[in-house]
Structure formats: structure tokens, C-alpha cells
């Protein structure tokens, strides 16, 4: 019997070397880090839509608010006022609650929404905003009717 030369070659394994899985490895690991900041920047920027959405949506019943009762809720009665009767107005005038209950929550980042009248930023009228993505106030992040 002769021999042929492919007899005398050692099998080749089939299998990865530790190179080819930690280049995968490292691969994927650029790959996910890349989505996760996609993700985040999406969050930001779905955040901050919600809470101007939230912020312009109030427009309505604050100034359904002051042609009832010829003045805005003060910053002490807040937003609340537009879910129950403030104790000096005439509640025959209003039309409670002027807003969902459930319209009044927390912005995107678990803080309550600001109001104040009058407003600083608006004098002659209210301001309502939100602190923020850094929940901070005077940061400049602010989302308000401004």
C-alpha cells in the first residue's frame, strides 16, 4: 500500500482562535456602545418634547381659569387650582376639574412641574416650567412657556 501525502498532514481543528472571539468580543462591545448613546440622546431629546408639550397643553386651561375668574391661579394654589376650587373663588363661575386629573404629574425626570404667578419671566401673566434633564432651577435647561 503507498502512502499519499494527505496521510501525513496533521487534521486542522475547526475552531476560533482567542484572537478571532476577542475581536468579536470587541466588536460587538463598540457595537452596544454605540446604541446605548443612540438611546440616551432619543430619551433626551423625547424628555424634553413631553414637557414642552406638557407646558403648551396648560395654556388652555390657565386662561379658561382667568376669563372665569379674572385672575390666574396663584403661585400658591398652583396647578392645583384648575382640579379643585380655590376657597375665594365662586365655584357657580368655574367649570372643575379644567384639566384630567391625570394630566398633572411629574416632568420626564420625576419632578413636579413649576408655576408661579406672576411670573418673573412673565410678568403680566404666569410662568410654568420644568427643571429639567438636570432637575436643577437657573441652569439654564429649563423648559418653560418662556
Do not use: C
Not at 429639567?132 to 439654564?140: C, E, Q
Amino acid at each position: 500500500m503507498t502512502s499519499t501525502p494527505s496521510q501525513y498532514r496533521s487534521p486542522r481543528r475547526a475552531a476560533f482562535t482567542l484572537v478571532e472571539v476577542m475581536l468579536v468580543i470587541v466588536i460587538l462591545t463598540v457595537l452596544a456602545g454605540i446604541a446605548v448613546v443612540g438611546v440616551q440622546q432619543t430619551m433626551a431629546r423625547a424628555g424634553k418634547g413631553e414637557a414642552t408639550i406638557f407646558v403648551k397643553s396648560m395654556k388652555t386651561p390657565l386662561e379658561q381659569f382667568f376669563m372665569d375668574h379674572k385672575r390666574y391661579p396663584t403661585t400658591a394654589e398652583g396647578l392645583d387650582a384648575l382640579l379643585n376650587p380655590p376657597p375665594d373663588v365662586d365655584e357657580s363661575k368655574g367649570v372643575w376639574p379644567y384639566i384630567d386629573p391625570s394630566a398633572v404629574k411629574a416632568d420626564p425626570w420625576g419632578m413636579p412641574y413649576q408655576y408661579a404667578y406672576p411670573g418673573q419671566r412673565n410678568p403680566n401673566s404666569y410662568d410654568l416650567w420644568s427643571l429639567g434633564p438636570d432637575r436643577a432651577p437657573d441652569t439654564g435647561d429649563e423648559i418653560g412657556n418662556w
